[in-house]
């Protein structure tokens, strides 16, 4: 699991490369689950808490994220030349 801080007025498009992705936002009731190719835009100021769903197979998802200025198509061509893919454990 990674933790991932977005500051106050910052926008984040976050796009699932491999595996799925669990996500969880700091006071907020409801998680997401994120398939490859599907994408989320997240406002703000937020703390998330990302990991891999379903990895008793050790099987590892992997996500990009590049600031929200950009359209998601935009995005994922920007994550990879600007933003770091993680792997998730």
Do not use: K
């Not at 994120?34 to 891999?52: D, E, I, K, M, N």
């Not at 929200?68 to 993680?86: C, D, F, N």
């Amino acid at each position: 699991m990674q933790m991932l801080r977005i500051r106050c007025g910052q926008s984040l498009w976050l796009q699932t490369q491999s595996g799925i992705v669990w996500l969880t936002c700091e006071s907020q009731l409801a998680d997401s689950f994120l398939h490859p190719g599907q994408s989320l835009r997240l406002t703000g100021p937020a703390t998330l808490y990302l990991g891999a769903h379903g990895s008793q197979n050790s099987q590892d998802a992997s996500l990009r994220w590049c600031d929200a200025a950009a359209t998601p198509s935009q995005a994922v061509a920007a994550a990879a030349a600007s933003a770091s893919a993680s792997a998730l454990a």
